[in-house]
Structure formats: structure tokens, C-alpha cells
């Protein structure tokens, strides 16, 4: 049965840190108080609507506007031949050897390459008269050959996404570590195969983008709110596009609506409605409908790949090779390209395997850019590696939890370096197997399953032992930094203000940031203030993604704190006429023993560091300390999920009976919110392993554009979780922490897929490609029956 | 140009009088006519459920409604719900169990919930999941949600 | 999301719907619920020059007993179909049905006769209208007709109620207990992929298809097959529904192959058969 | 998306196929047609209003007839757009006497974009037969 893992902590007692505390961003959500991007109201604001293609791909022979300026209320209307040139190009920040890459202009030129690409944009007085507007755009097109298969793509004679590249192989990218492939393939008893799909998805987030640009003429400053979950990355990148200077721009994420990577880049419309502010001399805003959202944000995932993997009889792995095909459509936004590597960099999970080889082959396509989604690579990764080992498992007909372990480094390994190259910072992987079969029973699960066969079910469970990389990271490994900064500073009244560069989006770093800062300052939660997503207020940062946040911008937090701690020492070693060596700082309180029983506290200290009458010879007025933090590693959380399925053989539905999950993220700063990230995290991937897929038709249109053909999770499709965790501190930060923010759909979706496998595996089914929809289930049985 | 339609909602208890264009979806009454801003846009096929309002004390999507349909009803929204500041006991059960993340589908969740429990009292786990059937979460999985409810419901029963 | 711009007319009476329908012809539609309507028109797939909602005309919301039958007016919401009494009691397959359409919020506002009068091929009511064998009373300017169940759901999106008539009134007959629908839903909008809506009674068993066709049809094979059957044994029903797609041109799609609709169409009529069977 | 139908037309094929290439008689008969106007031999622009029930669409476009065997097979070619997307494609058309009819068989090549394609896939491939039979409809009761 299902009980409450958390009773939720009572907020006056402390430490904070560790426990189920209510979030302090939750009042004014509950209330409907929070402002995101679609309620702001700035005076004279105009609404922007953007013109899309309905082709894949078409030359543009002429447009016409004629008809829609001419309709009363619209103030402008667009193309690419009038913004262009003001605009810049759309960034890609991934550095790939070789990559060709095509111009990605904020509208179309002379031509579309998908369905959804901006041809045009229209101003008017209010949202409705500039939808009539782009409706009265008259656009000639001339359709051209379209390509929508990434395997199609790269063969000789497709038709090119960009026949100006000469060919639709954007790079080539190998990886190879560890041993000598070629000698572990040889020394290798049997090579077992497998063909692996990643199906292409819509990351749907509930709220769609939007952008508002407001520019002050007088001042030639621009203020840009936008929905996303990097405003810092953006004003690094925006100024090169658009021409405002760095420092004459200010970007707000204000109440982000959920991110999971489709937040994560820079868009061609926030430079666009930021020029059409400048331009037009008036506030602009623009809010993207669901079907742009479908059509125009990034996809995720639509990778695949076959994989060979060397194995001795006994089990043991010798070698993976890898060649993966990844369909990166149209264009690169902010991280395409890298995306597929890093499937790269964990395509060994969390085993032992001496030598790897892989090939990414990234590819254009007639379709919406992919970027990083919900996990980003590793999903891709995990996938793969967690479905090899069953499969091994399978042919060599050897316990899949034994080959698991017989792989797995132990404790003493670490850190363990990989052949992909990584250095795993700290694990157990055997004890979080272990608590999730004591979690989920297996042994009962077994028989459960064994009994249900007897009686002519279809049943499976499935096991995935994860790792993942988070804390991104350190900055010789990342595009553009992967520091964080954080500023805490105490104010005149001892409340305290703390400034992050991460820019949390539904994470809940108001809370667990304003746990950890009430702990190691000492004082009450509700003196703490956590402040973020506006570049004016954190002036750097490098925003919210891969599992960052608490790890990374959390780590620059507590070296604030010891910063200001160090320097109020230094001030009340002076009021006690001592040396700071002899303060002792505990619990919000200084003293001195054996040299006054004197305490002072943080009101007053803080008086005295504004007023600044009494202060020692060179101690500077005012408490406050930023920092900059740079990991010198990555983290990586892994853990064990365990799924237990009932198919129906008439239908095809799969029914998740049972689902157990084991994460170690490290100390969980509050439990209750690493609770939510896994149990989100899980939803993801029972849409990926069930039934969400983002489908272009052979013309490259896009079928499945609205939530009425592209179904996500509902609540009724969730099953009721067992979670469990162990907790093996990272050596790489002071909190120990790893980041959670994406394990359960890294952990889950091999589980799932695993255990719809397991239970078709009586029928001498091997292969399925993602998602396990009804019909292929049906299908699959059908053959076999 | 049709003619604009005159119309008088009760909107979270105060008089509302306005001339609207007889095109003006509800939801973008309350959040550009009546400024509250609570009220969310998901999706544009009456789907995601974000935008979920009691009108005369029945959950509806107030995207899928014209204003001028709604003349002459009381409309509740999020903004509406808390009385005398106190919160709504689904609010309150929301935050008691992080029945959020980023917020955005929340107030229709909520929304939902309160007609939810006005027509069934002490539902189970798997009422409550249908019952939200309408509303689309894309962060927390749904399961604490369902705590959230589950909580608001034995808060009331505990009355 | 915004819709084109209209003219709203809000007439009091049938009487007066009707006329404003014949003055404008074929610019004008129908809001009644609006759950097929507004979506189309947010997206512009629809833009009527003119709306006439008829949500304010008195006395097309009731559901009441009328002999043997029980008469539902048009504008009578889902929900209220689903929580009605009445209903549950005298023809539960309409209430049942009911409970599977949309969410609750769509059920508060989707209204019988607008989605009767839609035809969309994957709704759920037309499977239990066509097994109720229901009535559809219809008021236009030639006056006031009754169309059968069977005649009514004409083509692809297309009913025989004429664009100048207006739904009133919908009559269900009293049954025994021995009904049920089963549907496998589509997955993202919650339409039927296949629903089957069965009805048992002395006459023999009716059974009516939803979501596999361009119309929901009555699923004659399995009718024939059954008719004069006095023991409905496990083998006798999978053999009668294996005929529920029988001659039927089934649809395909993104969600379904024409096939696998098909085969659902089967499974879901053996499956309500049993249902209904279980309710006796 | 590919089509193929059949209808049988009550005449005999080189009325089918005259009726088919007459402006006059295509004005009629397509479903929806509101203009059509010849812009040279076998060459048109039209007005279209379809869809099936309220969800109609404005369309114009152009369409030409080559390959003309009287009366045997045309090929009817086609692009146009509007406000919900845009139609474009191309189709067979074979007659074959039948008795005294004709038997037309239509082997059709046709792609959609925009908003409808993207919404109702499910509605697309039905409503496009919808239309072709009612077409086939019209021109047998068209013929005198």
C-alpha cells in the first residue's frame, strides 16, 4: 500500500537541511499570483504572431502583405527580408570538430526547410487582429524534395535539407577508449547484436514559450523577459545578434511553466521581438500557441543506432561498438550536435567494459531542430546499455541482475575511470540493486510472474541499473562555462538575501538553496530570501540544466557563506578584541570562550557592518560575498528500477502492476522534492517507453502537432511508486549532493521497456522499437501466436 | 466589425460589466478585461486543462467558452478561492504535498480538484486520477497531486 | 487560439434558432456545448460568420421518463446524462457512455445533441444511440421530424440533421440492466480508437460500433449471428463478435491501422457482451 | 497520401470524359466550387469552399489536365491553398465502359499541408474520399 514517505517538517525546527519542508515558492502558485511571461501588461504593448510554413521544405517565390497592413490594428507586418540583416544568426554554442552547419536567420530567406519554420511575423494592437494578420500573409512557395528519415538521408541520392551543404551529414563524431576493440572483438566467444531506436519527442512543456521585449530608446537598453531556463546564456548570446551591448541588456525568467531541456536554448524569436521592440519603439510580446510549441521548440532524442557487443561465455564484456544515426532536422539550436555525444560519454553505464567504439553520424532532416530533452544523452545511453544487457543476458541465458553485477566497480573503485573517458566520481551500485529488490519484493515478483505465465499472461518485470552525469559541470568540458555564481549577502536587518545564477523553473531552489543558507548562517528560514532569473539582480550565472542547480549553484552558495562567515569573524574578533582564530561562529551566534562570555548575533553584527563606525583598519563596510564555483569534475547519481508489467494479449495495453526506484543523488537536501523530481522524471518515460512519439509524415508534415495526436502522461496512467534511496556523497562539492533532475526518466525508461520485453520474451520476441504502443504490442504477438 | 455584446459576469464575487467582441474567449476575459492573471493558456484544443474555471460552481475550460457565454454566470477563479486570505483547503493540500513544480498547470489542477471534491467527498486514489483526466502536468508525475487531493479531502472530512 | 471574427446571436426560442438559421444559411452555426466547435475555431478550421447559441433556450435540458422511453433534450450536458437517475435506472448505456466521453470539464459543458449532431466518427455516444435503437427529434422550418438511430449518423462528420434544423429532443428506451460500452481510447485526445455499445434484451442483442468507420454503425454480423440465441456462451459471443467489423471500411491513422481498429472493434464487442452479461 | 477509388457514372465514357474536361460542367460539380475560369487550353484557376461539415476551408489554386486520351485517361494535376493549408497532387483517371456506364477508376497522389494535416490526421484520408465520390456523384447526375 501506498503511504506518505515524508511527513512534511515542521518549519521551526532545525537543521533545515533533510527534511520534507513545504516550498516557500508554492503561496503565490496556489494562489495564481505568480507572474509568468504571458502576464505581463507593459503600457502600449503590441502583440507579435508569427507566420509558419506549412511545408518541409520550399523555395519562397514572394510574399505578399499587402492585405494584412492593411487591416485596422496592425502596426507591422515582416519577413526575413526586413529583419535579417538586424537579427544575426540563430547560435549554436556545441564546439564539433568539422561540423557544417547551415545559417539559421531569425525568419526564413529564400526558403523553409520544415513545417513550422518562421517566414514571416505580424504587430498588432491585440493578439486576435494579429492572428487575422499573419492569416492575410500571402506566401508563394514552391515545394521542393523533402527528407524526414535520418537513415534515408544519408544515402546517396536523398534529397538534401540544405542542398547549399552538399550533403546532409552534419559531422561524423568517434569516440573509442579503453582497450583494443578490434583484439576484444576477436577475443570474443560470441558478438551479440542489437538495433536500437530512439524515438523523436515533444518535450511540452505546459506552458509554451513567449517573450516579451521592452527597449528604452534614451537609454538604448533592452529588457527581455522570456520563458526559458537560461537567461544568463541568453544575454551572452542575444548581444552578438542583435547588437545591444551586454550590459545594456537585461533578460528575466520570470515564473518559467516547465522547461526539461525545450527552455534551453536561444530561440530565433527572442531576438526577433526584441528587434521588432527596438524597431517599433513600443513593448512587444509574443506567446507561442501549443501547435508552435509542437512544431517550432526543439524535440528530443530520434536516435538510432546498432550495437555490438563482445562477450565471452561466461558473460564477461569484452568490447561495445557502437554506430549511431542521430537526426538532428533542419537546424542546429544551441546544442544540437552535442547532444548525441554525450550518449557517448555514458554509453558504458554503470559496468565495466574494457574498450568501446562509437560513431555518431549526426544527420539533417526536413524537421524541427532536436536538442537536449529531459536527460539529454544519457536516456539515449542508458537505453542502449540497459537493453544490451538484457539481451546478453538473454542469448547467453545468465541471470540479467547477476551480469549486471558481475560488471558493476566496486565501492573501492572509485573514482572509476571508463573507457569512455569519465571518471566516476563516487558509487555503490550493488547496494542500490540491492534495496530496490528488497523494495520491490523480488522474490515474490518472480513468483508472481511465474504464476501468472502458468496461466497464459503475458507478464515481465524489468531492471535498469543507471548512472548519469550531472552537476554540469566543469568548464573545459562544457560550450561556455559550467561554473556557477551565487551571492549572499546580509542585510542591515539581518535578513538574508541570496542571489543565484541558476534559474530554477519548477526545481524548488527557493526552498532547499534557502534550507541550506538558513542552516549554515543560523538563522530562521523565513529571514532567508532567494533570488533569481534576472540578469539585473544575478548579474552571472549559467542557468538551469543537467542536473545543476544544487550541486553546482548551490556549492557557490555555501562558499558565500563561508566567505561572510570568515569576514563577521573578522569583525567580531574585533568587537572582542581578539584575534578571529579565537571566535567560534555556531548556530547564528559568535562567542569567544576563555576570552568573553560576550555573544554576539547577526542583528548585531549586521548593524555594525552597515553603520560601520566600529570597524577594524582595513575591513570594508557592508556583508555580503559572491563566489564563483567550478567543479572539477562532473557528478554521477545512479540507482536500480524495478518495473513489473501485465500485457493484454487482445489489446495490447500495458499495464504497470508494480514500479520500484532506487536513486542516489547523494544527501537529499529535502526529500520531499527529490520525491517529485523522480516521480516526474518516471512520467517522462512511461510516455517515451508507451505511446508519446512526434511524428512527421513522409511529406515532413507534422502530424502529431497539438495534444490531440501527442499524448503525455495523464494521471490515471500512473502507477503507485515504491522509492526508496541510498546515499553515497560526491567527493566533487561540500554538500555531497549530485542533482536528480532527470535520473527517473534516465532510470525508467529501460525498465519499462525492459519489462514489456521480459513479458514477450516467452513468445520469442527480441525486438521492439520505441514506444511499445498497443498496436505493436498486439502486432508483435499476433506474429508469434 | 460584429458588435460588440455587453456583458455582466460575476467574477469571483465583484459585479463585472463589459462590452466585449462577441469573438473574446472567456479565459482572455478574465486575464486581459479582468486582469486575473491566475488563469492559464495550455493548449488551444481544450485539452491540457490549465485554464480550468468554475463557472456557476461547474469546472469548464475557459478557452473552450465564449465571454459572452458566460453572461449573466458567476465564474470562480484560482484568485477567487482562498477566503479572507485563509487558504482553500485544495490549496492547502497542494502545498502540503508538493502537488507543484513550475506552477503553470496548478491553478486549473486546483480548480478541478474543488469540483472534484464538491461532487465526491472521500474519492480514492483512482477517482482522483480520473477525475483529472482533463488536466495535463507535465512535472510532477501526477502522484503527488493525488496525495494533494487525497489530503484536502480528509482535511474537510476532518472539517 | 483566437478565433475569427462573428456576429453572436443568442435566440430565446427554437422557434426563432430556426429562423436565424434559414436567414443565414450556410455562414451560420450552431454553439451548443462548443467543444467541437471552438477548437476548430481557435484553429480557423471553422470560421461561421455567424454563431447562433442556443444555450440559453429554456426547456432543451431535461432528461424524463415519457412512456417506455426517456426523452433527454438536446442541450442536456454529458454530466448530467451520467449522473442522471432516471437514466441509471431505466437505460443505463447512455449514462455509461456518457462517463467515457472527454474529462469532467468537457462533460459539464458537451452537450448530447451537439455531439450527436457533430458525427464525429470516434465519439462516444453514436455506439449507444445506435444500440438503444434511439430516436432523434429534430425542429426546422418544414416543421418538426423524428429521424431513427439508423439513419441518423450519415457519413464522414455528417448527420441527417439538415444545417437549417435544429436537435430537441433524443428518446432512449427503458432496458434491462444487460448493457455496456467498452472503448479503447486514443490515447492522446481520449477519442474512441473502438467502442462497442451493447444492449441485451428479449429482442435479442443490439450492438452499435464507434471510432472504426467514417459513421458509428450498428454491427449487424454480430447481431445476426446472436439473434434467437438463447445460452450466450463464451464461444458463441467470440464467434458473433468477431463479425463487428465485418464489410466495414475501416479508418487508419497515426493512433490505429484500419486493422487493428478492426480487431479492437471485435475485442470490445465481446468484451461488452460479457459486460453486459455480467450485469444481468 | 495515396488515393484509389471507383465509382461507376451512368454514361458512356466519352461523355464521362467530356464532362470531365468542360469547365462548365467541373464548375458544377466539384464539391464547393464557387469560380473556375479557364486560363488557357486545359488550364484553370478555381475557388474552392471544402471540408467536410462546418469545417470548411477557402481554398484557390490551379489545375491542369494533361495526358489526355480521349476517352480512355486524363491526368488531373492540382495545387492550392488557403487559410487552414494547402492541397497539391495529382490524379489518374481512367475510364472504362461498364454496360451502358463507365466505370472511372482514380488513382490519386495527394499531399496535404499546414493545419490539416497537422490536426484530425484521422479526418484527412476520409474526408478527401468523401469528396472524390461526392465529385463522381455530381458528374453522373450532371450528364444529361
Known amino acids: 500500500m501506498r503511504r506518505r514517505r515524508w511527513p512534511v517538517a515542521d518549519p521551526n525546527t532545525t537543521p533545515y537541511v533533510g527534511r520534507a519542508m513545504k516550498r516557500i515558492e508554492d503561496p503565490r502558485l496556489i494562489r495564481g499570483e505568480g507572474t509568468y511571461t504571458d502576464d505581463l501588461r507593459l503600457p502600449g504593448m503590441v502583440h507579435a504572431a508569427i507566420l509558419r510554413s506549412p511545408h518541409a521544405h520550399a523555395r519562397i517565390r514572394k510574399i505578399d502583405t499587402t492585405a494584412a497592413k492593411a487591416i485596422p490594428g496592425v502596426v507591422a507586418v515582416l519577413t526575413g527580408a526586413d529583419v535579417n540583416a538586424s537579427c544575426g544568426l540563430v547560435p549554436c554554442a556545441a564546439a564539433i570538430p568539422d561540423l557544417k552547419a547551415p545559417k539559421h536567420t531569425v525568419l526564413a530567406g529564400d526558403r523553409v526547410y520544415f513545417v513550422g519554420h518562421a517566414v514571416a511575423v505580424a504587430v498588432a494592437s491585440d493578439p486576435y487582429i494579429a492572428r487575422d494578420a499573419i492569416e492575410a500573409i500571402d506566401v508563394d512557395y514552391d515545394p521542393l524534395p523533402v527528407v524526414t528519415n535520418a537513415e534515408d538521408a544519408v544515402k546517396i541520392g536523398s534529397p538534401l535539407t540544405h542542398p547549399d551543404l552538399g550533403s546532409n551529414v552534419a559531422y561524423t563524431h568517434n569516440v573509442s577508449g579503453g582497450g583494443n576493440i578490434d583484439e576484444a572483438f576477436r577475443k570474443a566467444d560470441r558478438i551479440v547484436k542489437h538495433r536500437l531506436y530512439h524515438q523523436r519527442l515533444t518535450p511540452m512543456p505546459i506552458e509554451p514559450r513567449g517573450v516579451v521585449a521592452s527597449y528604452h530608446t534614451g537609454e538604448g537598453t533592452l529588457t527581455l523577459w522570456t520563458a526559458t531556463q537560461i537567461p544568463h546564456l541568453i544575454r551572452t548570446l542575444l548581444p552578438g545578434m542583435i547588437g545591444v551591448p551586454e550590459n545594456k541588456m537585461r533578460i528575466v525568467a520570470p515564473e518559467v511553466g516547465g522547461g526539461f531541456g525545450a527552455k534551453l536554448n536561444v530561440y530565433p524569436e527572442e531576438a526577433l521581438i526584441a528587434h521588432l521592440a527596438m524597431r517599433l519603439h513600443t513593448p512587444v510580446k509574443w506567446i507561442e500557441s501549443r501547435r508552435d510549441n509542437a512544431a517550432a521548440t526543439i524535440h528530443g532524442r530520434d536516435q538510432v543506432g546498432e550495437y555490438e557487443v563482445a562477450v565471452k561465455n561466461d558473460g564477461t564484456i569484452l568490447g561495445l561498438k557502437s554506430k549511431t544515426i542521430a537526426d538532428l532536422g533542419s537546424y542546429l539550436q544551441l546544442l544540437t550536435p552535442a547532444v548525441p555525444t554525450l550518449t557517448g560519454l555514458v554509453l558504458t553505464g554503470c559496468y565495466t567494459i574494457p574498450a568501446v567504439k562509437m560513431e555518431i553520424v549526426g544527420v539533417y532532416t526536413n524537421k524541427m531542430a532536436t536538442d537536449a530533452y529531459r536527460g539529454a544523452g544519457r536516456p539515449e545511453a542508458t537505453y542502449l546499455i540497459e537493453r544490451l544487457m538484457d539481451v546478453v543476458a538473454q542469448e547467453l541465458k545468465i541471470d540479467r541482475l547477476d551480469l549486471r553485477l558481475k560488471h558493476f566497480p566496486a565501492p573501492g573503485d572509485f573514482p572509476f575511470p571508463t573507457s569512455c573517458g569519465l571518471v566516476y566520481d563516487s558509487g555503490n551500485y550493488a547496494a542500490a540493486l540491492t534495496k530496490a529488490k528488497q523494495l520491490a519484493n523480488w522474490d515474490q515478483l518472480l513468483k508472481d510472474r511465474a504464476a501468472a505465465r502458468a496461466a497464459g499472461k503475458l507478464s515481465g518485470i524489468g531492471v535498469s541499473t543507471y548512472v548519469e552525469i550531472c552537476a554540469m559541470g566543469p568548464s573545459k568540458a562544457m560550450p561556455a562555462g559550467g561554473w556557477e555564481w551565487g551571492c549572499v549577502r546580509m542585510e542591515i536587518s539581518a535578513k538574508v538575501t541570496v542571489i543565484t545564477g541558476v534559474s530554477p523553473h519548477g526545481q524548488g531552489q527557493e526552498t532547499t538553496f534557502a534550507q541550506i543558507v538558513a542552516d549554515r548562517v543560523g538563522v530562521p528560514i523565513e529571514d532567508v530570501v532567494i533570488l533569481h532569473g534576472d540578469t539585473s539582480v544575478a548579474h552571472y550565472g549559467r542557468d538551469t540544466y543537467g542536473s545543476r542547480g544544487t550541486a553546482v549553484g548551490g556549492t557557490a552558495i555555501v562558499m558565500c557563506i563561508d566567505k561572510m562567515i570568515a569576514k563577521a569573524k573578522t569583525l567580531a574578533a574585533h568587537l572582542f578584541e581578539t584575534t578571529s582564530d579565537h571566535v567560534v561562529f555556531e548556530n547564528g551566534r559568535f562567542t569567544s570562550p576563555g576570552v568573553t562570555n560576550r555573544v554576539i548575533t547577526w542583528p548585531e553584527l549586521a548593524g555594525e557592518f552597515y553603520v560601520a563606525k566600529n570597524l577594524p583598519p582595513g575591513l570594508e563596510p557592508g556583508l555580503e560575498a559572491s563566489s564563483f564555483f567550478e567543479p572539477q569534475n562532473f557528478t554521477f547519481p545512479f540507482g536500480t528500477h524495478i518495473c513489473a508489467v501485465d500485457l493484454d494479449r487482445d489489446t495490447g495495453h500495458v499495464k504497470i502492476t508494480k514500479y520500484v526506484a532506487v536513486d542516489d543523488c547523494g544527501p537529499q537536501i529535502n526529500p520531499l522534492i527529490v520525491e517529485g523530481q523522480v516521480q516526474g522524471g518516471i512520467a517522462h518515460s512511461i510516455g517515451q517507453v508507451l505511446f508519446e512519439q512526434t511524428i512527421y509524415n513522409e511529406d515532413g508534415q507534422l502530424v502529431t502537432g497539438e495534444f490531440m495526436d501527442y499524448a503525455i502522461p495523464r494521471a490515471h496512467d500512473i502507477p503507485d511508486y515504491i522509492l526508496g534511496s541510498t546515499v553515497t556523497p560526491s567527493p566533487i562539492n561540500p554538500l555531497g549532493v549530485k542533482g536528480v533532475g532527470e535520473a527517473g526518466t534516465i532510470g525508467a525508461t529501460p525498465a519499462i521497456a525492459n519489462a514489456v520485453m521480459d513479458a514477450l520474451e516467452p513468445l520469442g520476441i527480441t525486438h521492439m522499437n520505441l514506444p511499445m504502443t498497443p498496436e505493436k504490442v498486439w502486432q508483435a504477438i499476433k506474429t508469434k501466436t | 466589425m460584429p458588435m460588440p455584446f455587453h456583458i455582466h459576469v460575476t467574477v469571483n464575487k465583484a459585479d463585472q460589466h463589459h462590452d466585449v467582441e462577441p469573438r473574446l474567449l472567456l479565459v482572455h476575459y478574465l486575464r486581459d478585461v479582468c486582469g486575473l492573471t491566475g488563469t492559464h493558456v495550455g493548449c488551444e484544443t481544450s485539452l491540457c486543462g490549465a485554464c480550468t474555471v468554475l463557472v456557476d460552481g461547474k469546472a469548464v475550460k475557459s478557452c473552450t467558452m465564449f465571454a459572452v457565454q458566460a453572461d449573466g454566470s458567476s465564474v470562480t477563479t484560482i484568485e477567487g478561492l482562498a477566503t479572507n486570505g485563509q487558504l482553500h483547503a485544495v490549496q492547502q493540500g497542494f502545498w502540503e504535498c508538493h502537488g507543484l513544480q513550475c506552477g503553470f498547470c496548478t491553478p486549473g489542477m486546483i480548480m478541478t480538484s474543488v469540483a472534484l471534491l464538491a461532487r465526491n467527498a472521500a474519492p480514492s486514489r483512482e477517482q482522483i486520477a480520473e477525475g483529472l483526466r482533463g488536466n495535463l502536468c507535465r512535472c510532477t508525475g501526477y502522484s503527488h497531486i493525488i496525495d494533494a487531493v487525497n489530503h484536502a479531502a480528509k482535511a474537510v472530512a476532518r472539517g | 487560439m483566437f478565433p475569427a471574427h462573428f456576429d453572436y446571436v443568442r435566440p430565446a426560442t427554437v422557434e426563432e434558432a430556426v429562423k436565424l438559421l434559414a436567414k443565414h444559411g450556410d455562414d451560420a452555426k450552431l454553439l451548443t456545448g462548443g467543444h467541437s466547435l471552438i477548437p476548430a475555431m481557435k484553429l480557423r478550421l471553422a470560421r461561421p460568420q455567424v454563431v447562433v447559441d442556443i444555450g440559453r433556450i429554456a426547456n432543451l435540458s431535461y432528461i424524463r421518463e415519457t412512456g417506455g422511453a426517456i426523452a433527454i433534450g438536446a442541450m442536456t450536458t454529458h454530466a448530467d446524462i451520467e449522473a442522471s437517475k432516471t437514466l441509471r435506472d431505466k437505460s443505463p448505456l447512455l449514462a455509461e457512455t456518457a462517463s467515457h466521453i472527454g474529462d469532467a470539464q468537457v462533460r459539464n459543458k458537451g452537450t448530447i445533441g451537439g455531439s450527436l449532431v457533430h458525427a464525429d466518427p470516434a465519439a462516444d455516444y453514436p455506439a449507444s444511440i445506435l444500440a438503444l435503437d434511439a430516436e432523434i427529434d429534430v425542429v426546422g422550418p418544414r416543421g418538426k421530424r423524428t429521424i431513427k438511430a439508423v439513419d441518423f449518423f450519415v457519413d464522414l462528420l455528417q448527420s441527417a440533421v439538415a444545417a437549417d434544423e435544429i436537435v430537441t429532443e433524443i428518446r432512449v428506451p427503458a432496458t434491462a440492466k444487460t448493457v455496456a460500452y467498452v472503448k479503447t481510447e486514443q490515447k492522446a485526445s481520449g477519442f474512441a480508437l473502438a467502442g462497442a455499445a451493447v444492449v441485451i434484451g428479449p429482442g435479442g442483442v443490439r450492438v452499435g460500433i464507434t471510432g472504426v468507420a467514417a459513421t458509428a454503425y450498428r454491427a449487424a454480423g454480430v447481431e445476426k449471428a446472436l439473434a434467437g440465441q438463447t445460452s450466450l456462451t463464451p464461444d458463441l459471443i467470440a464467434r458473433a463478435s468477431a463479425q463487428a467489423a465485418a464489410g466495414v471500411d475501416a479508418l487508419g491513422d497515426i493512433h490505429a491501422s484500419p486493422e487493428f481498429r478492426a480487431h479492437l472493434a471485435q475485442v470490445n464487442t465481446r468484451r461488452a457482451i460479457e459486460k453486459a452479461l455480467t450485469r444481468a | ?144
Not at chain 4, 464539391?31 to 488557357?40: F, I, K, N, Q
Not at chain 4, 484557390?60 to 494533361?66: C, E, P, R, V
Not at chain 4, 495545387?79 to 461498364?98: C, Y
Open chain 4, 1 to 144: 497520401m495515396k488515393l484509389t477509388l471507383s465509382s461507376t457514372v451512368p454514361a458512356d465514357p466519352s461523355r464521362v470524359f467530356a464532362a470531365l474536361t468542360d469547365p462548365e460542367v467541373l464548375r458544377r460539380t466539384i464539391p464547393g466550387c464557387e469560380t473556375l475560369t479557364a486560363t488557357g487550353p486545359d488550364a484553370y484557376e478555381a475557388t474552392l469552399k471544402i471540408g467536410v461539415a462546418g469545417l470548411k476551408g477557402t481554398y484557390t489554386g490551379k489545375a491542369a489536365i494533361t495526358d489526355q486520351r480521349p476517352p480512355e485517361r486524363l491526368t488531373l494535376s492540382f495545387e492550392g491553398k488557403g487559410g487552414p493549408g494547402f492541397v497539391r497532387g495529382s490524379a489518374a483517371i481512367t475510364l472504362t465502359a461498364d454496360g451502358d456506364a463507365t466505370r472511372v477508376d482514380c488513382a490519386a497522389d495527394v499531399h496535404v499541408g499546414g493545419l490539416i494535416a497537422a490536426i484530425g490526421s484521422r479526418l484527412v484520408d476520409a474526408a478527401a474520399r468523401k469528396l472524390a465520390d461526392d465529385f463522381f456523384r455530381q458528374i453522373g447526375s450532371a450528364l444529361p
